[in-house]
């Protein structure tokens, strides 16, 4: 409640918006898939290591995609990952479970 003591919110015009996003550097980082034997990119845009491995090909198993059954848990050899939210499966130090994860920097998975 209250009488309102400024203007309010200032608006950004759209085109600077836009722009903002195209200026920011876009983070990638190596994936390597050792048992397959293949490399892939990750970038900001894709969600997660699940999506990397699907789209390169890499032999992996998955189920639920939110982190609950486990089924595409791979030990991690190299590097390591973040959650948005921590995966509700059991899983190892050494071991990621890659529907829910990303790459914090270049990685290396048993897959």
Do not use: M
Not at 58 to 66: G, P, Q
Request: proline share 4%; glycine share 10%.
């Amino acid at each position: 409640g209250g009488k309102a003591k400024g203007p309010g919110a200032i608006a950004v015009a759209p085109d600077y918006v836009s722009q903002a996003k195209t200026d920011s550097a876009v983070v990638t980082h190596q994936v390597k898939f050792c048992k397959s034997e293949l490399d892939a990119n990750w970038s900001d845009g894709e969600s997660t290591l699940l999506d990397v491995a699907e789209a390169a090909g890499a032999n992996v198993d998955s189920s639920c995609r939110t982190g609950q059954c486990g089924s595409c848990i791979h030990r991690l050899i190299a590097g390591s990952v973040k959650y948005a939210e921590t995966p509700e499966c059991e899983f190892g130090d050494d071991e990621v479970v890659l529907c829910v994860a990303q790459p914090d920097g270049d990685i290396e998975i048993d897959a």
